[in-house]
């Protein structure tokens, strides 16, 4: 049978703020356990929330790059149910009337576009965090994270395939980072992804039943556990069997997805408006403010890019993947104004060296003056390409400006006419043979002379010019 | 008299001309508390050794002619107040162990303005009823008649002020918390517009409807208090950012042709004939005092209760979600399974009050019946906020009894809480709309039980409440009595 | 009737309550009580009507995105039934 296949996503993102969504404790990552806390996100009787209006803004930000609408006016509500992380009983979120709704982003995949769907956008604030005890039957509760800001980015059951999920899921993440609302870490669940997939034969008009992922904590594993699951679905239909409605956990170690039974009984969230926490209404000034706040998105920046530095397609992508880096490559350009050759430095020697430590563009202790620099330099026929990846090395390791390297490592290339000579005149009066050979057509051998020429001048002769003179002096 | 039995601006005085000091004060207030806590039981815990030393305090104070508005003054909070560093249970085994770590607002700005706090007063367990019997601690008795019920829920503020166990007391209002207690104690009580007083650390029972208010001796007591509380309060999203004027200013100003609108709806069967007979008596007050009596309709009076009885349980079934056994309070012993410890802990931490409500207003939000009560009762409310809206274009207040009876007794409604949640068919209303009111004493019935008449105001007219009431207190010249203990 | 005992049950299951079976019965006959007389308010039409969920029209409060103290985790702990170490403890809770 030949089926299609359905998936919608829901993704949460931490808003990037210095404070929680409802009390001024810090959202930072790693502290010690249950001291980001205070009476307000402890869930300490009497306690009440205030908004934290920078949340409003990155909601409002994202909600623009996604082309949805901003309501005028939204509200929060209570989710309520029991569970150890959950300090007051309920989860503050939006129910009725989020802050956002009818958006989309546009996918380009073989040069075809493909507009995906966002339903909604929400604010609400995350729980606290269990760890279980391996030996004795007890958990433990750190509230560190309960209220940290978090947006609720709810697609349209829009998407095809497992690789169009994926591309839809990098296309948020990259928005996201590009408008520094949020910093992308899935390792620290900072961005976190649940799937919703189903099966339909093709044709099929209704949707088939579907299940609920969760737990996949990378872009590859939301991908391999939405293959496992539309192959696990379609065994079922296809022997005769019927795919229940539920939640599935993603087991990376195994790559299977098993059912989460325990948290099946049915859901009565009993949601209703927050009485603690009043409307709120955003007017078109505000929203205009937001808007001339946004950064240039990925999909702009791309066109100019291609459009003002002409350069090919893949670069263009590498480049712009990261705002940063594209930030980087601009400021070069714009000092050397040698963007082909910016961009192949910039790809090539200096992202070698980061993904080798790991590190981001943000930590490279190159600066872009000093890459343009040497580009100048590389141009100016100071140094030559050979000597540059040397030079590029060293301005990796010492931070030092390209000016700096050449004086002390004495790379100046040689550019005197009159002392290549001489050392050519030398080589030819010692390789007689060598010289025969190359008058008698075997041009091979001229590689052999440039070879020692170099190593008579330790590589500093300019090669241009090396290549001239021989070929003037060996043609007698 | 003695120094207890003072009010705060009398004793005001006193301090000011030096002929009392507030050791004196607290000391007489605490001897009255030996002598008759042990039958009224107004207090869960006393705070006796912290009040002398802030009573020892404030008199280094009054030398240095540092006097603020409350210095010295001995005042009861509510056990619904979150005290810093000192037990505040609610009424609630689920709570009898917790010590927040932060203060109220209400209890920071009366101890900024110098309050000595005597205690923490008894109440229906998480205001939860309208006789302070659901108390985990035990009821509170009503120093009138020691058989009887004090009102509910802040019976304990209302019988310690009625008893002269201290000074003024905060209590909160739910659905009349204050002003039926305040009425059935004889004193005065008010419950202030939604938003006028901060809710920071008051630990929420039905949270678009709680708020925070005084009792007192008398109508300039209660404008002193609330010149004191009232105010905005950043840490709140529903506080308002409105001026205070002071209080004190509306005192003894007349209320010459004023128009007071009396609600036929709440001259209906079942209100006690004295009841009756008394409201009718302080109209004549009013008239006499220049101010017009005109009938009007509040056309929805009637479904106030069923209202009430949905929003305030909903509400209350989420806000008491966080007594679950984990960060605080009460956890049953040796449960081994999360679900056991969740329903083991809250079975027996709440009273069967609390557990009703937490019942109903699940019941309420479940799935499949959201909007056929909690909406419903919404969208009825908005109906009743508007019966108020334009009662008070033509009005200037409202006057309707406080309570339909006098205080019963203990035991009469607890096993009939339909019949319980009727005695606040006056006072409910007020919190579903959000507005002030206040309760006056306006007599006594032939056993010598108190009666309140009950003036209600739009948003934000506090100021017209204290100049009604006042000169309701002046002019009626109700006889001064103590409670016989 | 308006609500049946294993509704009851149901709703104190989900507000976490244990009941007894003679608690059962009480409430049930207690809610259809209460109940029966809420039902009052199906006499009124309010088609159209904006529910009123708070008692005051504020809106747009905010704070600041500003940080203040925590209070740490000594006195996060501090009033936990069980403790231990710088957590909470609770019984096991299985995924």
Redesign the interface.
């Known amino acids: 049978m030949d089926f299609e296949t359905i998936i919608g996503l829901e993704v949460h993102a931490q808003m990037l703020t210095d404070t929680k969504i409802f009390c001024g404790c810090s959202t930072k990552f790693g502290a010690a356990p249950n001291s980001h806390t205070c009476p307000v996100c402890l869930g300490m009787p009497g306690v009440l929330p205030v908004l934290n209006k920078k949340v409003v803004e990155y909601a409002m930000k994202m909600a623009l790059a996604t082309n949805c609408v901003i309501n005028k006016s939204c509200e929060f509500a209570r989710k309520n149910y029991f569970y150890p992380d959950l300090p007051k009983g309920y989860q503050i979120s939006q129910y009725a009337y989020p802050l956002a709704e009818h958006g989309y982003v546009l996918l380009e995949t073989n040069g075809e576009q493909r507009k995906i769907g966002i339903t909604r956008i929400h604010m609400e604030e995350d729980a606290g965090k269990l760890l279980h005890d391996e030996h004795n039957p007890v958990s433990y509760v750190d509230l560190n994270r309960t209220g940290v800001p978090l947006i609720e980015i709810v697609s349209e059951p829009d998407m095809r395939s497992p690789e169009e999920a994926a591309d839809y899921l990098k296309r948020l993440h990259e928005i996201l980072v590009y408008l520094e609302i949020c910093d992308g870490n899935m390792e620290e669940g900072s961005f976190r992804c649940d799937a919703n997939v189903s099966i339909r034969p093709r044709g099929q008009k209704e949707y088939g039943t579907r299940t609920e992922l969760k737990n996949m904590n990378s872009f590859r594993n939301v991908q391999r556990a939405l293959e496992y699951e539309i192959k696990r679905q379609q065994y079922l239909v296809e022997n005769g069997e019927t795919v229940v409605q539920e939640t599935r956990l993603w087991d990376d170690a195994q790559g299977v997805t098993s059912s989460m039974r325990s948290k099946e009984e049915a859901h009565d969230y009993r949601y209703f408006p927050d009485p603690d926490l009043v409307p709120i209404m955003i007017d078109d000034a505000w929203v205009k403010k937001i808007n001339e706040e946004l950064p240039e998105l990925p999909p702009a920046k791309r066109e100019r890019f291609i459009k003002d530095y002409q350069i090919p397609a893949y670069d263009v992508g590498v480049l712009t993947a990261d705002k940063a880096l594209a930030l980087y490559y601009e400021e070069v350009v714009k000092l050397c104004n040698k963007p082909k050759v910016a961009s192949n430095w910039l790809m090539g020697d200096v992202m070698r060296f980061l993904n080798e430590d790991k590190r981001s563009i943000r930590e490279c202790p190159i600066k872009p003056e000093s890459l343009a620099d040497m580009i100048k330099l590389i141009e100016e026929g100071a140094i030559s390409g050979k000597m540059a990846k040397e030079v590029v090395e060293d301005m990796y390791k010492t931070g030092k400006s390209p000016q700096e390297i050449i004086k002390e490592k004495g790379l100046v290339q040689i550019t005197d006419e009159g002392e290549l000579v001489k050392a050519i005149t030398s080589i030819i009066e010692a390789n007689q043979a060598q010289v025969v050979e190359y008058r008698g057509g075997k041009e091979k051998v001229f590689g052999f002379f440039v070879g020692q020429v170099m190593k008579a001048t330790k590589g500093k002769a300019n090669p241009q010019l090396v290549n001239e003179l021989l070929k003037k002096m060996l043609a007698g | 008299m003695e120094l207890n039995q003072l009010t705060i601006h009398e004793l005001q005085e006193k301090i000011k001309n030096n002929s009392v000091t507030a050791t004196q004060i607290t000391e007489s207030v605490f001897s009255r508390i030996d002598a008759v806590e042990e039958r009224v039981h107004s207090y869960i815990r006393l705070m006796k050794e912290d009040a002398l030393a802030a009573a020892a305090k404030a008199d280094v104070d009054i030398k240095k002619g540092n006097i603020k508005p409350l210095t010295g003054i001995p005042i009861a909070l509510k056990d619904i107040v979150c005290t810093k560093g000192i037990t505040t249970t609610c009424g609630s085994r689920i709570l009898h162990n917790f010590v927040p770590p932060y203060n109220s607002t209400v209890v920071e700005k009366l101890r900024s303005a110098g309050a000595i706090f005597i205690g923490k007063a008894n109440m229906d367990e998480f205001a939860m009823g309208s006789s302070t019997e659901t108390s985990y601690f035990g009821p509170t008795r009503n120093p009138w008649d020691l058989e009887r019920i004090p009102g509910g829920s802040s019976g304990g503020s209302a019988a310690a002020v009625a008893a002269d166990e201290c000074i003024a007391s905060i209590g909160s209002d739910t659905g009349g918390s204050i002003r039926q207690p305040a009425a059935l104690c004889g004193i005065v009580g008010m419950k202030p517009t939604y938003g006028r007083v901060s809710r920071f650390g008051l630990i929420a029972f039905a949270s678009s409807l709680d708020q925070i208010g005084p009792f007192t001796k008398d109508v300039e007591d209660c404008a002193i208090m609330m010149n004191i509380i009232a105010g905005y309060d950043p840490k709140e999203s529903t506080s308002v950012n409105a001026e205070v004027p002071d209080y004190r200013q509306f005192i003894g100003r007349d209320i010459k042709s004023w128009k007071i609108g009396i609600p036929k709806e709440y001259f209906i069967e079942g209100v006690d004939p004295e009841v009756n007979a008394a409201i009718k008596k302080a109209i004549r007050v009013i008239e006499q005092s220049g101010g017009q009596c005109v009938e009007i309709s509040l056309p929805h009076t009637q479904y106030c209760v069923a209202t009430y009885y949905i929003i305030a349980p909903a509400e209350a079934s989420s806000n008491l979600a966080r007594y679950d056994g984990v960060k605080y309070g009460f956890r049953a012993a040796d449960v081994r399974e999360l679900l056991e410890m969740y329903k083991i802990t809250r079975m027996q931490g709440f009273g069967s009050e609390v557990k009703r409500r937490i019942m109903i207003g699940t019941y309420a939000l479940s799935a499949g019946y959201y909007d056929a009560y909690y909406k419903k009762a919404s969208q009825v409310r908005a109906l009743i906020k508007h019966d108020f809206d334009e009662a008070f274009k033509p009005c200037d207040v409202i006057l309707t009894p406080t309570t339909p009876t006098p205080a019963f007794k203990i035991g009469e409604k607890t096993d009939d809480p339909l019949q319980m949640y009727l005695s606040d068919v006056f006072t409910i209303s007020t919190n579903l709309a959000g507005i002030p009111g206040i309760s006056v004493p306006c007599g006594f019935t032939s056993r010598g039980l108190p009666i309140g008449v009950q003036f209600l105001a739009g948003h934000f007219e506090e100021g017209k409440l204290i100049q009604i009431a006042s000169a309701y207190e002046k002019n009626a010249k109700i006889e001064k009595r103590r409670p016989t203990l | 009737m308006k609500?049946s005992s294993r509704?009851?049950e149901?709703?104190?299951?989900?507000?976490?309550?244990?009941?007894t079976e003679k608690e059962t019965e009480k409430?049930t006959a207690?809610?259809n009580?209460?109940?029966l007389?809420?039902?009052?308010?199906?006499?009124?039409d309010?088609k159209g009507?904006?529910?009123?969920?708070?008692?005051?029209s504020?809106?747009?409060?905010?704070?600041?995105?500003?940080?203040?103290?925590?209070?740490?985790?000594e006195?996060?702990?501090?009033?936990?039934?069980?403790a231990?170490?710088?957590?909470?403890?609770?019984?096991?809770?299985?995924?």
């Not at chain 3, 009507?49 to 005051?56: C, Q, R, T």
Request: cysteine-free.
């Open positions: 609500i509704e009851v149901y709703v104190a299951h989900l507000a976490r309550l244990e009941v409430f207690q809610l009580d209460i109940l007389y809420i039902d009052k308010l199906n006499e009124l309010t009507v904006e529910p009123m969920n708070h008692a005051i504020v809106t747009n409060a905010f704070r600041e995105d500003k940080m203040l103290d925590s209070i740490g985790t006195n996060s702990l501090t009033n936990a039934p069980d231990r170490g710088e957590f909470f403890r609770v019984p096991k809770v299985i995924d």
